[in-house]
């Protein structure tokens, strides 16, 4: 089945450290993956994204690229500031037949904490 | 677009207790599902639909049930409440297509069995 790992938390970063959150996984198809992040009391949204190999997904900052000869997808930001302290989940939806085809499978998350 | 909602934002339950969880959007969404999100565990898909009249079982269904009789709403029902159900729970809507369209989710329900 689907699966995704991605590295343990908590990570504690000082403002201006750049950050790389591990993320690998297994998949029976060609899957899209993503990038979810959660800030306190908030639900999920939608950090970027990547629908296939070599793609590099992209928004404020943090990038991630699509590895298939490595099954990762590693998110990294060059400078992390205070407000990005969040917990960041890897997620994958693999597009075989089926209704199913749109269920996110998502990693365990990392909480990132950023100290000025 | 007000996007996903979910009702209520706090629950607290006795076990053996039977409640709904509300969940409800604007944005025309074919595909709609139920996650529930554990300390360590990230989310796990309770139950999943691809419209109205249309439900599926994700990765752990017992002791939920669901239907789906408009596009908009998707309520999620606990028969008879068990510890082992406290949990943040989030509804998530997206457009079917390919399998790489964003997932919109809801603020979630904090619920707790006791």
């Known amino acids: 089945g689907n699966s995704v790992t991605q590295m343990e938390g908590p990570v504690t970063l000082s403002e201006e450290a750049f950050l790389t959150i591990n993320c690998t996984y297994t998949a029976t198809g060609y899957p899209s993956l993503f990038w979810y992040v959660q800030y306190p009391g908030e639900g999920l949204q939608l950090l970027l994204k990547?629908?296939?190999?070599?793609d590099k997904g992209s928004n404020k900052g943090f990038e991630a690229t699509y590895r298939k000869e490595t099954t990762s997808f590693h998110l990294e930001k060059g400078s992390v500031q205070v407000s990005d302290s969040a917990v960041y989940f890897c997620a994958l939806s693999d597009p075989v037949s089926g209704a199913g085809s749109y269920q996110l499978t998502f990693g365990k998350g990392t909480k990132l904490s950023v100290i000025p | 677009n007000a996007g996903v909602t979910q009702t209520p934002k706090f629950q607290v339950l006795k076990t053996g207790q039977s409640m709904t969880l509300q969940c409800a959007q604007d944005?025309?969404?074919?595909?709609m599902s139920w996650y529930r999100q554990d300390p360590g565990m990230g989310l796990r898909l309770i139950h999943y639909s691809v419209g109205a009249g249309i439900t599926d079982q994700g990765e752990v269904p017992n002791g939920y049930n669901v239907s789906r009789s408009t596009t908009e709403d998707f309520p999620l029902r606990l028969l008879s409440a068990a510890p082992s159900q406290t949990s943040v729970y989030f509804c998530?809507?997206?457009?079917?297509?390919?399998?790489?369209?964003?997932?919109?989710f809801g603020p979630g329900t904090r619920l707790t069995v006791t």
């Open positions: 990547a629908t296939k190999a070599d």
């Open positions: 944005m025309n969404h074919e595909y």
């Open positions: 998530a809507s997206s457009l079917l297509g390919g399998g790489g369209n964003e997932q919109y």
